[in-house]
């Protein structure tokens, strides 16, 4: 098996399952998760906040070598996490898009956009971070019914 980015969704307990958060993941041959961007809200602390309503709209690349569940969130890993293939292909060519991912991940992060539950919110990166490695994302959902947010475009060239 080769190095592989991954589409995902984790279906949110509080919602019943029926929301979703979505995210992106690169694996290694063995499908262990190297890498993955999740977008969401960013505390005042600079930590990730689990239970965003509004705040700051934050896109967080964790490296899973480097585990931090307080500023680095791990969904890939978690039970009830569904994925889809993205992309398949050696190491050098996963690091080319996943380079791109993080330059995605880093102008939502200086964007200044806000964080808004049903509109701009986590669902949105994982699109924008998918567009952004030039790989589309999934057309339907991974998980139970289309993610809030997946279908908005983040203006990242008009936000200060």
């Not at 993205?86 to 898009?97: H, M, P, R, S």
Request: glycine share 8%; net charge positive; with cysteine.
């Amino acid at each position: 098996m080769n190095h592989r980015i991954l589409f995902g969704s984790y279906p949110i307990p509080r919602f019943a399952g029926i929301a979703s958060h979505n995210f992106v993941v690169w694996t290694d041959e063995t499908g262990r998760p190297l890498y993955e961007i999740n977008g969401g809200a960013a505390n005042a602390d600079g930590s990730f906040n689990y239970c965003a309503i509004r705040g700051r709209l934050t896109a967080v690349v964790t490296d899973y070598s480097k585990r931090d569940l307080i500023y680095c969130p791990e969904f890939y890993v978690r039970p009830t996490s569904r994925t889809t293939l993205l992309l398949e292909g050696n190491d050098t060519a996963i690091a080319t898009k996943w380079r791109a991912a993080v330059d995605v991940a880093s102008r939502i992060r200086a964007s200044g956009l806000g964080y808004s539950f049903l509109i701009q919110n986590s669902n949105s990166v994982a699109t924008a971070i998918a567009e952004g490695m030039g790989l589309a994302p999934p057309s339907a959902a991974v998980g139970r019914v289309r993610a809030p947010g997946s279908y908005r475009h983040l203006a990242l060239d008009q936000a200060a």
